[in-house]
Nanobody, 124 residues
Framework: VQVVESGGGSVQAGGSLRLSCTTS????????MGWFRQAPGKEREGVSC????????YYTDSVKGRFTITRDNAKSTLYLQMNSLKPEDTAKYFC??????????????????WGQGTQVTVSS
């Protein structure tokens, strides 16, 4: 399984970024997928997830109304559109399959399904 995140960068507060996650070796449309982030000194945080058919999406409270998750099963690709970015969004972002419900995203602990992540830095 190969997972590659991209699209991160450095932006000023209020800016936008679009993250992409491409996968191979994974039956992408069999899995709920999501994004989680890890900032230095902080616990891993599930940001957003989407079920295999895009029927259910979840967003953590701090990103609701600013982030949008989508997927393209034909391309085995997951996206995260991030608008109105804030300094507290600064973290390394990872995508992974996991459990996805309307009120929870629980990414797999199997690091074999994680990519290297993409860094998002938001300056004030």
């Amino acid at each position: 399984v190969q997972v590659v995140e991209s699209g991160g960068g450095s932006v000023q507060a209020g800016g936008s970024l679009r993250l992409s996650c491409t996968t191979s070796g994974l039956s992408f449309d069999d899995f709920a997928m999501g994004w989680f982030r890890q900032a230095p000194g902080k616990e891993r945080e599930g940001v957003s997830c989407i079920t295999w058919n895009s029927g259910v999406t979840y967003y953590t409270d701090s990103v609701k109304g600013r982030f949008t998750i989508t997927r393209d099963n034909a391309k085995s690709t997951l996206y995260l559109q991030m608008n109105s970015l804030k300094p507290e969004d600064t973290a390394k972002y990872f995508c992974a399959p996991g459990r996805c419900y309307y009120n929870l995203y629980d990414p797999t602990d199997d690091v074999g399904f994680w990519g290297q992540g993409t860094q998002v830095t938001v300056s004030s």
